[in-house]
Nanobody, 126 residues
Framework: EVQLQASGGGLVQPGGSLRLSCVASGSAFGAYGIGWFRQAPGKEREGVSCITGRSGNIYYADSVKGRFTLSRDNVKNTVHLQMNSLKPEDTAVYYC???????????????????WGQGTLVTVSS
């Protein structure tokens, strides 16, 4: 089974930055869509940023556009999320997830089978 390990979360003041990392097992890493999702207390899980397999198109939630940057390293089987200008509303557990199959759709937020990491907590507070 594919294993994903997320790290990099922590406590940061508003306006600060964090860099999340995710390491995935398995082969053909670049062929699969992968991304970050988050869930705040009392709220539903939402997509934050993802990159499609093959084409490598990157998508961002409207709430993080201009502040977050996703990158992928196919050699090291890693994906990163650079988070700048953090806001209190960014506080959540962030999960890394990789598509279980190679999908041809244009969106990587589409509901589908995925392998999930354990999550890393991001807290933005003064």
């Amino acid at each position: 089974e594919v294993q994903l390990q997320a790290s990099g979360g922590g406590l940061v003041q508003p306006g600060g930055s964090l860099r999340l990392s995710c390491v995935a097992s398995g082969s053909a890493f670049g062929a699969y869509g992968i991304g970050w999702f988050r869930q705040a207390p009392g709220k539903e899980r939402e997509g934050v940023s993802c990159i499609t397999g093959r084409s490598g198109n990157i998508y961002y939630a409207d709430s993080v556009k201009g502040r977050f940057t996703l990158s992928r390293d196919n050699v090291k089987n890693t994906v990163h999320l650079q988070m700048n200008s953090l806001k209190p509303e960014d506080t959540a557990v962030y999960y890394c997830a990789r598509d279980a199959l190679v999908y041809g759709g244009s969106s990587c937020f589409t509901n589908r089978r995925r392998y999930w990491g354990q999550g890393t907590l991001v807290t933005v507070s003064s």
